[in-house]
Every structure is written in C-alpha cells, then in structure tokens.
C-alpha cells in the first residue's frame, strides 16, 4: 500500500514510527517543539509526544551536538535537526571529533547511533552563508554516514534506516523541496545504504545525480527524449556508503556520463563519481566523464544570479550532448 | 622465473579458460605435476607444470579467459624472486618467454616469444592515443574495446569526435559496412610460417560478417541462452564453409543386405573377444576403401592449392551434449574393421569426457557424419574446412523390393550423401565415388582386400 504524501509528512511519518517503536529515539532542535519547526517538520509532534522527546534547545550547535553525541554515547537515539546544514559549522567539532571517532578511540566498544538532520543546498534565495551543499565536507570523514534522499518515499526509508543504523548519519535533506509529492509506502519502507536508485532506464547516456538535481536530470531525459536520445538517471542517494556497481554497470551499457551536483566543482562528489568510473569501467567509455556543478562563487542573493550559480537543465542537457558526441543546442 | 603460459592446443586456438587451480599458491610443483584445468573451445584438460618449483603466484582466476601465450602463473625456483606485474617491464618477461620457449620447442617458441611484444604494442596505445606504431590516431577506450573484440583495423576508420577521435558511433557504423575488417594477410603469413599443419582455410572466420541481428524481445516465456565458446566456433566455422566453400550434393541408396549379413557373421566370431563392429565402422571402412581411386575428394584447400593425400585420416561428427567434434581415425584405410570398431568407439568416449587431445581432433581429409541412430531417412552435411567432402550417413530402412526375378522381397537400405567442395571436385568425381562406395558396401568383401 503506497499513499500520496508530501517529502515532509514522509519525513515526520517516518520519525513518529520510530518514535513509537524505540522509546530511546528522541528529538532534538531549535523550536522544533513548541513552535513546530522552523520547516513544519515536527509540527505538531511536541502534544504528542511531550518535553522529554520533542526537545527544544538553546541556539548553540556545538552544545547541543555535543549533549546529543553523549546521549547516543549512553545508548539513547537522538535525532538531531540542524535549522539548516550551515549552522553545522559551529557543532563541526562535535560531529568531526567526536560522533565520527568514538567508536573508533573505543575499539568499537561506544556506538554513537545519532542522526543529524536539516535541509541542505541551496535555491531558495538564502544568500552566501546559508546557500552551502556539505556531501562532500561531512563524506569526506570516516566514521560518518552520509545520505541524500530526494523522493517522499526514500526520505522516508531512508530515515527509518538511518534512526537503526548504530552510527551518526549525516541526512542531507532536499530544503526546496519539502512541499513536493510522491507515492510513500505505508508502514516500514526502510531503505538500506549503499544502494543507488536507477530514476530512469536509458540507454545512450549516464545522468548520475542526487538531492534534488536528480529531478532536474529527469527533466534533462525528458528533453533528450524528444531528440531520440534515451537517458539513464541514477540517483545516488548514499553517499556514504558509495553504491559503485550500480554506476558501473550504467556505464557498461552507455558507455557516457554526466555527472551533477549542486556544489561546487571541486572536490566534489561528481569528481569521485568520475575517478569510479575510470577506474572500474574504463574501457566501456566512449568519451570522458562530463561534471556540471555549481559556480565557484559564494551563493549569490539576487535571484537572476543565483540561477546562473545552480546547474540548469540547459548546461546538464549540452553536457549530455557533447559526451554523445552531439551538436550542442 | 618460468611463467605459466596459456598454451596454444591448436591453430585456431587464441583464448583458453581457466577452469579450475588444482594446485594452490605456495605448493611445491615438480616438472608433469598437474597444477590447472583449462578448457579450449574443443576439450578440457589439464596443464602440466615444466619447471619444478614453488608456485609463487596465480595470476588468473578460475573462470577467465586468457589469451594464449599470457601468463597465468609463475613457478619460482629456489632463490628466485616474483617479478612485479608491471606489465611494462618488457625485458624481463621477454627473456622469460624465450626460456619457456626453447624448452618447448618451436612451435611454443612463437607463441610465447608473440604475446609480450603484442601487449606492449597495445600498452603503448592505450598510454598515448594518438601515437601508435600502425597509424596516427585517437579513438576512447570502448572503441578499442570493440576493435579488438571485432577484430577491426582503427586506421581504416575515420573519427568524428574532437581532434578526429574515433567515438563509439564511427565504429558500429564501420562494422555495418564492414569496411575495417582486419586485412587477411596477417593470417596467411602465420599458417606459411606452419607448413606441416593441414591448413585452415585462408583467413578462417575473417570474411564472417553476422547479419544485422535482432534485440531480444525479452517476452514472458523466453529464455536467452548465451553462447558456449564450442557454439561461436562451430558457428563460425560453418558459417564460413557455406558461405564460401560452394557445395554439391551427390545421393546414393545402397542395399545393406549383405553388409548387415557379413556384420552379424562378423559379430558372432567377435564376441568372445568383446568386439561388436557397428554399421557405421562398415560405411567408414567403405567410404576410405572407395577414395582410392577418386583421391581429389581426399583432399585439403590451401593457400596454394589442393593438396592430394594418399592416407585416409577419417574425421567422425561425435555428438556432445552442447556442440559436437570429429575426432580423427588416422590411416583407417590400412586398418582392419576391428580395430577401425575399437578405436571409433574410444574416440567417442573421450569425446564426450571431454578428454581428446588436440592432436586427436585435428588434421582429418575427409569426414563422416552418422544420423542413422535417429531415424534419419536422409541428410546433407556440411564440409568441414579445409576438407573436400564429408559423407553424411542416414538410418537403415527395411522395406519391399524386387530381387534380379521381378519378384518382391524385403530388403533393408540406407541413404548415403556427399557434399564436397567444387573447388576441389567435380559433380561425375563425387558421382562415380559415391557408387563406389555403392559398390562396395553392396560387395562387402570388398571391404577386406
């Protein structure tokens, strides 16, 4: 059974089952009780559930990270909302040398099941200092799980996985598009990591992306369509774990890929979708590995610039075009 | 340090799969230890180390196919060290193959000696695009993929990507047309350099262009069943007998009365020593005795030829589970019925263990193909190159017939039909055998003289 809900009821849904099935889950974050959330996420869950699971906390990221780590640390399950990703800057310390190293200092003997979680990216006009895409900052440490959900139903699934997997899971959550629909399984969906989901089948050519530039590579495919030219979209999804094989065996098929992500180009994501790809499928490729990212300038505020600073359907379209050795359009 | 080398068991042999390590790394191996299985496109047998020693490194995986000549092994011998698997490190695996070569002879010598440099070559290519030894040119890496797999001539197609790289679409359209084919001299000049090998026909599948094949429908109550290697190479090899070797026909009935009379005598006198001579060990001896006088039909198409051969080394079809081979009856003209009858049946045996030696199954004149087991009523065969002609046998049928008085008897009749290369042999040749083999089949004491 499958219903129509939208990326935040998902999202909350899949929080109130666990917080109905494991007394040990908790929530905690900046008005996300009393005032419902910042992005409605929580709304209404406080007169459910109470104080003591729906937990308020004072603005200060590296405290309140730092109280959760150690909750985790005690065995509860704590999940975390971040008002958006780029406050986690100030509870990095936190996240970096503690939730991602204490299992490690302790010879696995301390687990640290924790859950951050918050929208990510850039879009809606926020500016330099909230427009940041941090995959690659937080995919960069071991000890870190990072995952990406786009669709309704993977939010869903996702964080069912990540509130039972016993290490801190880094949620990316796709802020621009916590209003859109899609078909949601009831009940328990978990979806595990480390597995990419195929959005589309095609056969000419690889459109590998996550968060919501997976759905603008669906609509690249459409537009591609029209021209005869049948586009394959992976969606990563996880991030960490890196599903490889689903990428690999794309583009044994394809043999062209396009990689897209928000961020910035360099060190990014795209970047290790392409050393993959040469590395494991080398001799399948017919041109080199094409990455559309984003503008290397802090996010612009005016909205004609900020446009311009996002991959468009335009540039993943022509990218798609010159690795099929195509005319650009 | 000796290498391992995939073994070439036959002239048309370039890949061998590894199918089983019987030895694992580490174990101390003496010269004729068996240390794997490996399988060509004809049999499964098992490599036999040539140098004593540690095996210090496997370097293929059950399961892969390895070119000939390429290393899958090393044996280290005491005090020696494993050499990296650098692949460039040229001269020392070139000494290393001269080694393994003079101990083998000649025949491996070329082999061995080959393969490093062919490897280089393609190293080199794969390093800088466009400078390789056989033509300037850029072309990605599926390209080169196809190219070997397609056995295509890059300099002969012109890239349509950036800087004039050759991209996959140049290629699918350059094997539509068939215009890069590889050119065939290469395969002349190797089968002049083995004079004593009967030849294969020139450039064996190279003129073999699969027509334009369908997708898969994929439908609910299809199967998709790839093809075994035996598939491919019988495939092509007849594919490129009928395409180029222009066939006739010749149909003969003969009366096996006497034939089947002489057997059962035959048969009875036999017993006691475990011998049961088949119809079939007749037809073999018939259609050897009958070519004694008709020799262009014992005869291979070669390069600069048709070479006449007075021995009968008799090929026979030997059905397998998945493919078929024909193993070779050598001499069978100067052989008796028994042994004829003995030695067919331990060829068939083996043939379908899957034990033949490569030696067993190649270098036949002429062939024969017996359906006679199912019923067949008649059938034509098709010449197995470089061959002139193979007789295809049908099933013995009883039926009414008039003796010399008009008067009706029954009598029991089989269905023998040539098909040989008219290159070689002309309609009366294959006309006037065929009664021959009438001839004597109707007389069978002719069999014996």
């Known amino acids: 059974m499958a219903e129509t809900k939208t990326y935040r009821e998902a999202l909350r849904e899949a929080m109130v089952y666990e917080l109905d099935n494991d007394e040990s889950v908790v929530l905690m974050g900046e008005d996300i009780g009393v005032y419902g959330g910042t992005h409605l996420i929580t709304d209404g869950l406080y007169d459910e559930y109470g104080p003591k699971r729906i937990m308020d906390v004072p603005i200060s990221e590296n405290g309140f990270v730092g109280a959760a780590v150690g909750m985790a640390m005690m065995g509860m399950r704590p999940v975390v909302e971040m008002m958006t990703w780029n406050f986690s800057f100030l509870a990095a310390d936190q996240i970096i040398q503690n939730a991602a190293k204490v299992r490690y200092f302790s010879g696995g003997q301390v687990e640290v099941p924790l859950v951050i979680r918050g929208p990510n990216g850039g879009g809606v006009q926020l500016s330099a200092q909230h427009t940041h895409s941090l995959e690659s900052f937080y995919g960069h440490f071991p000890g870190l799980k990072v995952v990406a959900p786009v669709t309704p139903n993977d939010v869903k699934g996702m964080m069912l996985t990540a509130v039972r997997d016993p290490n801190p899971v880094i949620f990316l959550e796709a802020g621009a598009l916590y209003g859109t629909k899609g ?76 990689a897209v992500q928000e961020q910035w180009r360099w060190f990014g994501v795209a970047s290790e979708v392409a050393a993959i790809i040469q590395d494991r499928a080398f001799d399948y490729l017919d ?25 468009s359907e335009k540039q993943v379209e022509n990218a798609a075009r010159r690795v099929m050795y195509e005319e650009e359009k | 340090m000796p290498e391992v080398i995939m073994p070439k068991m036959g002239d048309a042999m370039e890949e061998g799969t590894l199918l089983k390590w019987l030895k694992s790394e580490g174990d101390d191996v003496s010269e004729g230890d068996a240390i794997a299985e490996i399988e060509t496109d004809k049999v499964t047998m098992e490599l036999e180390a040539e140098d004593a020693g540690t095996l210090a490194q496997l370097i293929a995986d059950e399961g892969q196919d390895i070119p000939v000549g390429e290393a899958i092994a090393f044996i280290q011998g005491e005090g020696e060290e494993v050499p990296e698997r650098s692949e460039g490190g040229g001269g020392e695996a070139e000494e290393e193959a001269e080694e393994g070569g003079e101990e083998e002879g000649g025949g491996a010598q070329a082999t061995a000696t080959e393969a490093p440099e062919e490897e280089e070559t393609e190293e080199a290519g794969a390093r800088e695009a466009d400078g390789r030894a ?49 050119a065939e001299e290469d395969g002349a000049a190797e089968e002049v350099a083995a004079p004593e090998q009967p030849q294969q026909p020139q450039a064996e599948m190279q003129g073999f262009q699969p027509a334009r094949l369908p997708e898969p429908t994929e439908e609910p109550g299809t199967q998709l069943v790839e093809p075994t290697r035996m598939m491919q190479v019988i495939g092509e090899r007849m594919t490129e007998s009928k395409q180029h070797v222009p066939h006739f026909y010749a149909t003969v009935e003969v009366k096996m009365d006497a034939a089947m009379a002489l057997r059962k005598q035959l048969n009875e006198q036999l017993e006691d020593e475990g011998i049961k001579l088949s119809v079939n060990d007749f037809v073999m001896k018939a259609c050897a005795v ?13 390069t600069r030829g048709v070479e006449l051969h007075e021995k009968v080394d008799m090929a026979m079809a030997v059905a397998l589970e998945q493919g078929l081979i024909t193993p070779v009856i050598r001499d069978i003209g100067s052989k008796g019925l028994s042994a004829i009858s003995q030695e067919s049946k331990d060829l068939a045996t083996r043939a379908r263990d899957g034990k033949l030696q490569p030696d067993e199954y190649q270098g036949g004149t002429i062939t024969v193909s017996n359906m006679g087991m199912f019923g067949i009523e008649s059938f034509t065969a098709i010449i197995n190159p470089p061959q002139a002609a193979i007789v295809a046998v ?10 010399e008085n008009g008067e009706v008897v029954p009598g029991s009749f089989m269905k023998l039909t040539l098909s040989a290369d008219h290159r070689i042999a002309n309609g009366r040749d294959g006309a006037m055998y065929m009664a021959e083999v009438k001839r004597v089949l109707e007389n069978p004491v002719m069999l014996m003289v």
């Open chain 1, 183 to 258: 078909e949601v399984e009831n009940g328990d969906n978990a979806v595990p990591f480390g597995k990419a989901r195929i959005a589309r089948e095609g056969s000419d050519v690889t459109l590998i992306a996550y968060g919501r530039q997976v759905n603008l590579c669906l609509r690249v495919a459409d537009t591609l369509a029209e021209d005869g030219f049948e586009a394959e979209v992976i969606d990563l999804r996880s991030l960490r774990p890196f599903d490889e094989d689903t990428i690999v065996e794309s583009v044994e098929k394809t043999h062209r890929v396009v």
């Open chain 1, 287 to 311: 041109a080199p590995v094409e990455r559309v990212s984003g503008a290397e300038v802090p996010g612009p505020y005016a909205r004609n610039l900020e446009l311009m600073a996002f991959p």
């Open chain 2, 134 to 182: 056989d033509g300037h040119f850029r072309a990605s890496p599926i390209v080169r993929r196809l190219a070997e797999e397609n056995d295509l001539d890059l300099s002969k197609i012109d890239g349509s990507g950036p800087a004039g790289r050759i991209v996959e679409r140049d290629v699918r359209a350059a094997m539509e047309s068939g215009t890069a084919q590889r």
């Open chain 2, 394 to 403: 049908s099933s013995i049928e009883r039926r009414p017939s008039y003796d």
């Open chain 2, 290 to 302: 009958a070519l004694r006088n008709y020799p262009n039909l014992n005869a291979l198409y070669t």
